[in-house]
């Protein structure tokens, strides 16, 4: 896909109603700063993901001059057998929209999305947030933006370098499930454990039915004197236990008397709600436990993160840029006025020097001036002395120009690093909320005040209080058991019967949990095995690919030509907790030195220069893009003037390939970009848009086609 056309209508930068012509291999966008040129390079990735990541979550990209309220931005994109796709994208300030035009077909809402994926980058369709995968592919392999030259290699973790690659490479999709099988292993894990535990309580419930079935078989009958005192008592047990036991003689729940024909059916009715009061207990014991080791895992994991202050220190170093760039401003106007003050100090000097020189000539005699007779010699000396007269100089006002430009430069990189500092707080907070919140309803359930300030003995209590209930019951169950066989020696053989089935159930029951563990546990070591081979699947692609990059990436900076010995550069690949990692480090070739990390050797201007080459490596090697595209923003700003002539040669040299789309501040650097990149054979196209008088409705703009160069090209042998 190509770009063809863009109108913006209320969108950032332009309030009113822009057509533009983007259909040719190259366009040059020239204007000031502030007249519109990232608005324009916005609208294009704006239209695509719906998303500017840079500007954050949710950007405000209605203009506040629109007129309809409402931003609107429709982009034009054309694959090589000229079939368009229409992506329309708006916004009323509260919600978005999005309709796509595919030859006579129209989609809206999800299926425009889908449509769209499937048109630009298919790779997404598969995605867990498919224009979140999409917005990475953009903004790393197609979209250069102004702001965020470095953020690859400064402010993306390792980790997400290595995503953002194997997004690009097309194992994107590998590296997800990869992740969403780690996170379902551990579920995974998790819930076998507790699959474990109910194997454990069902082992000892067997043992204790074998435990009484046997005493069933050994012992005998109390002496009748004494079950009455332990029927009374047994049942006043119960009741504490919240058996349903009622007083009331005609209840169906009362207490019978030991000979009664009922006793046998209401102690086993009892002795069943028992287990079942057993079965919560142990249940709620073990909750209180798991939660317990969450509490204890999160507490340890967890760091602590102070947002506000993490804020007060983004705004202190936001208004430390503010003051840094004012400063600059007030020298940058103190040496203009210096200067200024300085050419005309020169233009005297000159003047006086030219006409002391002419004087000299013709000293001999009376003034040639005034006629006037005079000292010729004194005349000739102090003439002389104006001739070698030169002009003052002053550069203490160059020099804190020089060093104010140092600190606003600092300062925006300190407040980058706040800013990311900030994000990263704010999920971390997110992400306690929603912790808090879970744990909270379950600190609940177990009757645990969420405020209690010490949780941990709160949860401890709970599990020795339900453990002790558990065993007080189990006791009771064991000790109604017994008294079972008191109440009547007919009914031994009967309840030995009983405790049989129960038994039997219960030897099934361990059967089956033991089943279900060995199953659960190979199935987990199967999704292990899984996990490896995706996670070496997707190095393996992710190394693959770096190593067809990388001597595209070596020719590339080579060509840039950023250090004079660090002149070579790579990608180096590892795998840690699991996770890939991907880091660029730069080589001395001739001292034969360890890669080292950009940031220690290169100067700011070098490590723009590199991420250029980075992001042009990226764009270049990467079969399938998005759109077959490279678009830099104002790359002027970032680099120096060596730099940018290795950068405009090799934009010249692959604009066969890529559609070129550049912007620049300077006209000159305009006028040179036009040079290089213009038209050579009679299928080929350069746009120039120039912006500038910016107003109310948006820049002014004007757009035209670069002048073809006539010249035949002539091969040297």
């Not at 050419?343 to 002419?358: C, D, F, I, K, P």
């Amino acid at each position: 896909m190509r770009l063809q056309r863009i109108e913006l209508n209320g969108f950032r930068g332009f309030s009113g109603k822009h057509t533009l012509d983007l259909d040719a291999n190259a366009v040059v966008v020239v204007g000031p700063n502030g007249q519109g040129k990232t608005s324009l390079f916005d609208g294009i990735l704006w239209a695509l993901t719906g998303r500017l990541p840079r500007l954050g979550d949710d950007p405000g990209v209605v203009s506040i001059y629109s007129g309809s309220g409402q931003a609107r931005v429709e982009l034009t994109l054309a694959d090589s057998a000229q079939r368009t796709i229409d992506v329309v994208r708006t916004h009323d300030g509260e919600r978005p929209q999005l309709l796509v035009r595919a030859g006579d077909d129209e989609f809206q809402g999800d299926a425009a999305t889908g449509e769209l994926l499937k048109a630009v980058w298919p790779a997404a369709l598969h995605a867990t947030d498919g224009l979140a995968a999409l917005t990475a592919a953009v903004t790393r392999s197609v979209y250069l933006q102004q702001d965020l030259v470095r953020e690859f290699i400064e402010a993306d973790t390792e980790q997400d370098r290595f995503s953002i690659v194997s997004e690009l490479v097309g194992a994107g999709r590998v590296t997800e499930l990869a992740v969403a099988l780690e996170k379902a292993k551990k579920a995974w894990s998790g819930a076998t454990n507790a699959r474990e535990e109910e194997l454990r309580v069902a082992t000892e419930r067997v043992s204790k039915l074998e435990e009484q079935l046997d005493i069933l078989t050994r012992e005998s009958p109390v002496a009748p004197s004494n079950v009455d005192a332990e029927w009374s008592s047994w049942w006043d047990r119960a009741r504490e236990l919240w058996v349903e036991v009622d007083a009331d003689p005609t209840s169906l729940h009362r207490v019978p008397e030991p000979g009664a024909s009922e006793a046998r059916r209401e102690l086993d009715r009892a002795v069943r709600e028992l287990d079942v009061l057993r079965q919560a207990a142990e249940q709620r014991a073990l909750v209180a436990d798991q939660l317990s080791e969450e509490i204890r895992a999160h507490g340890g994991d967890a760091e602590g993160t102070d947002l506000e202050q993490l804020r007060a220190d983004l705004a202190a170093a936001t208004s430390e840029v503010a003051d840094a760039r004012a400063r600059l401003g007030q020298a940058e106007v103190r040496a203009a006025e210096r200067r200024h003050a300085q050419v005309q100090q020169r233009e005297a000097v000159e003047e006086l020097r030219a006409l002391a020189q002419l004087a000299l000539r013709h000293l001999d005699g009376d003034c040639p001036v005034c006629g006037q007779q005079h000292d010729a010699a004194r005349t000739r000396d102090r003439l002389s002395r104006l001739v070698d007269t030169a002009p003052s100089t002053d550069d203490d006002v160059e020099e804190e120009v020089s060093a104010l430009a140092d600190l606003v430069e600092q300062k925006e990189r300190e407040a980058a690093g706040k800013q990311a500092q900030v994000r990263d707080g704010e999920a971390q907070a997110q992400e306690e909320a929603r912790w808090q919140s879970e744990r909270d309803r379950r600190l609940k359930q177990l009757n645990v005040d969420p405020a209690e300030p010490d949780l941990a003995s709160a949860l401890e209590a709970v599990v020795t209080q339900e453990r002790a209930r558990a065993a007080a019951i189990d006791a009771l169950q064991a000790d109604g058991e017994r008294l079972a066989l008191l109440v009547t020696r007919s009914g031994e053989q009967a309840r030995r019967g009983e405790l049989e089935d129960r038994l039997e159930k219960a030897r099934a029951q361990v059967s089956e949990l033991s089943g279900l563990v060995q199953d659960r546990a190979a199935t987990g070591d199967l999704a292990g095995r899984i996990l490896d081979a995706l996670r070496d699947a997707s190095g393996s692609v992710v190394a693959s690919e770096l190593e067809r990059i990388e001597p595209v990436l070596g020719r590339v900076y080579a060509t840039v030509d950023p250090h004079p010995s660090f002149r070579a550069v790579r990608l180096l690949t590892r795998v840690a907790w699991g996770r890939g990692r991907l880091n660029a480090a730069v080589e001395d070739p001739i001292a034969g030195l360890p890669p080292a990390p950009p940031g220690l050797v290169l100067s700011s201007s070098q490590m723009n220069a590199l991420a250029v080459s980075m992001f042009l490596a990226m764009n270049l090697s990467v079969g399938s893009l998005p759109v077959q595209a490279a678009v830099l923003d104002d790359p002027l700003q970032s680099l120096d003037d060596v730099n940018l002539l290795g950068l405009v040669d090799l934009l010249r040299r692959t604009k066969e390939r890529r559609q070129l789309m550049i912007s620049t501040h300077d006209p000159r650097f305009g006028s040179l970009l036009e040079r290089k990149l213009r038209p050579v054979r009679a299928d080929e196209r350069t746009r120039v848009i120039e912006l500038d008088s910016w107003g109310r409705n948006g820049p002014a703009i004007r757009q035209r086609d670069a002048t073809r160069d006539r010249r035949e090209l002539r091969l040297v042998a």
